[in-house]
């Protein structure tokens, strides 16, 4: 059966995805319509206007539904439904109505690996015996003896949790023999609140499909899959020991990632996405250091897109951009997928910062950092933008879809300093309050720099800073050269440079110039060093139509990014053909 949604853009074209900018919403803090501090989906649709002149292409919303926010909505209570505090069902599709409207597709997240544990399975698990059915779509298992008199004292494995502590948690059983004592423990890699689901249970792969039908229904165009490479486990007894969550090895026998039997999970949602005319759209967030395993999600028969974190973990540097970029372009186009582009997004330290930070900088150093509220290492935030801005125009002028986040088109920084009472990163509360986690990029947007809470809505979940006033939207509407208006001429621009999924990699001279044709004849050049560059001969700078370093198609526009025969210092110029 092919359904075509009623309310699909105005053209169905399948390969959409391909080279489109992704923007990422984090609802709780985009805006915020009904004045609770909370963003909400109304406050989506009340900014389309916005995002339609921003020159996206999709929105993509991390988790809107219903949730005690745990872990900011990935521990979700119901996967069919909306959280009140964000707004109903019919708000959600008023939302995506209007981003039809304005020829912007929806993509949503949908989180496989755990549900929360205020779902109606985990609760009625909880309520159930040992060995019941209802145990059986999550991994409960018996302790290990503690030496102490208890057989199963002990948590069945060394497995820990991503978010601090270990990965299991037991409980005090409410049915069976053991009625009133503690018994069997649960599996959850993330917080306490987020039981892992039992893929190999049919009853779990079936309930995903219904849905995914329940949202490509409602005329979604596209899933982000959270933790894909979480979702097969090698459980079979005795679990081996796995002390560190990193994947060590390429070859699929790690006991809990990117095991080979996850392919199967994915070519049976393939099979549903492509029910759908066009077929639904998705991308994988699989964490997986090596790229021909990373891609083997990015298949056609799969998921069609893989996140490719590679460039989000490289220093500022020509020679590291340009071998990650060569790579991940020939390798997706190996696999059938395109490749995708990331600096950021709701986990990591916003790249405004990570750039301001000293080279050296380390996750150490980067916590402590944090932990020192902002103070040491003492970031250069002047240099921090400018490599953000010069590292963007790089990317967008990629083939490939690049995945922007809320607010780095307004440049905004990591809010370092936020006041520790104010934290909800369950990294700060799992670690004993030594990692402060991931609130800092998540600080509810600015939108005007007069009006109370900038614009944003009601008193934010999480305090805005006062500097967030001059980076706020409309402080920058219309500002030549403002950040914003830099990513709106990119995105635009962006439309006519992406013709072919290809490039052609030019000479440049020394280290720090990096230079790229697509084949339709614009040219990309970055400047990665911290001096002004010679440009390489040949390069005709009267047809610069952008330059990260100020404003463009403007008298001075030249001085601003190029002049004569250099480029200035971590710049990157667009060229027109
Ligand atoms: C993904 C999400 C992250 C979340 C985790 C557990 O990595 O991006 O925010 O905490 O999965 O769902």
């Not at 805006?31 to 292409?57: C, E, F, H, K, Q």
């Not at 008199?149 to 820990?160: M, N």
């Not at 306490?192 to 792969?205: F, G």
Request: proline share 8%; hydrophobic share 40%; charged share 20%.
């Amino acid at each position: 059966m092919t359904a075509t949604s009623p309310s699909s853009p105005a053209h169905p074209d399948a390969n959409w995805w391909r080279q489109a900018a992704v923007y990422q919403i984090y609802p709780r803090s985009f805006s915020d319509a009904n004045g609770d501090g909370m963003g909400d989906l109304p406050g989506v649709t009340a900014r389309m206007g916005y995002l339609s002149a921003l020159g996206i292409d999709a929105i993509w919303l991390s988790p809107f539904y219903p949730s005690a926010l745990a872990d900011g909505g990935y521990d979700v209570d119901d996967y069919r439904d909306v959280d009140p505090r964000l707004g109903s069902l019919a708000d959600f599709d008023a939302m995506v109505a209007a981003a039809h409207a304005a020829d912007i597709r929806v993509i949503v997240d949908v989180v496989p690996n755990h549900s929360s544990d205020r779902h109606r399975w985990f609760k009625a698990a909880l309520a159930a015996a040992p060995g019941s059915p209802e145990r059986a779509r999550y991994h409960f298992l018996e302790g290990l003896p503690d030496g102490l008199g208890d057989d199963g004292g002990l948590p069945p494995s060394d497995w820990p949790s991503h978010f601090g502590g270990g990965a299991w948690t037991r409980v005090v059983e409410t049915a069976g023999p053991r009625a009133g004592q503690l018994g069997q423990w649960y599996l959850h890699l993330f917080a306490t609140e987020q039981p892992d689901l039992n893929w190999d249970n049919p009853e779990v792969r079936e309930d995903f499909h219904t849905t995914l039908r329940f949202w490509a229904d409602r005329g979604v165009d596209g899933f982000r899959v959270d933790v894909a490479h979480g979702l097969a486990k090698d459980m079979s007894p005795p679990l081996r020991s796995k002390p560190e969550l990193e994947i060590l090895v390429d070859d699929g026998s790690d006991p809990l990632f990117d095991r080979d039997e996850v392919h199967e999970i994915f070519a049976g949602w393939r099979t549903v996405l492509n029910e759908y005319n066009p077929p639904k759209a998705a991308v994988a967030e699989a964490w997986v250091p090596f790229t021909e395993r990373r891609l083997m999600y990015a298949r056609p028969t799969e998921l069609g897109q893989a996140f490719n974190f590679d460039l989000l973990q490289a220093h500022f540097d020509g020679a590291e951009f340009r071998a990650i970029a060569e790579k991940c372009l020939s390798e997706a186009e190996a696999s059938g997928a395109s490749s995708t582009w990331v600096f950021s997004n709701h986990d990591v330290i916003r790249h405004a910062s990570r750039y301001a930070l000293p080279d050296s900088t380390t996750l150490e150093t980067l916590n402590a950092w944090l932990m020192d509220d902002g103070v040491s290492p003492e970031p250069d935030l002047a240099r921090g933008l400018r490599r953000a801005r010069a590292a963007t125009l790089f990317m967008l002028g990629l083939p490939g879809s690049a995945y922007l986040y809320q607010g780095e088109e307004l440049g905004l920084f990591e809010v370092a300093d936020l006041p520790h009472d104010s934290l909800q990163d369950p990294t700060w509360f799992r670690t004993g309050n030594t990692l402060k986690g991931r609130d800092g990029c998540r600080v509810p947007l600015p939108w005007s720099s007069s009006e109370p809470n900038f614009g944003f809505g009601g008193t934010p979940w999480l305090p805005q800073p006062e500097w967030f006033g001059h980076l706020a939207a409309d402080a920058q509407d219309g500002t030549a050269g403002s950040t914003l208006e830099m990513y709106r001429a990119a995105l635009k621009l962006r439309r006519e440079l992406q013709a072919e999924e290809s490039l052609e990699w030019l000479s440049a001279p020394g280290d720090e110039v990096v230079h790229y044709r697509r084949p339709n004849g614009w040219e990309v050049l970055t400047n990665f060093g911290g001096q002004p560059a010679q440009l390489p001969a040949g390069v005709d700078l009267s047809k610069l139509v952008l330059t990260s370093g100020g404003p463009a198609g403007t008298a001075g526009t030249a001085a601003e990014g190029a002049t004569g025969a250099t480029i200035a210092a971590e710049t990157t110029l667009w060229l027109a053909p």
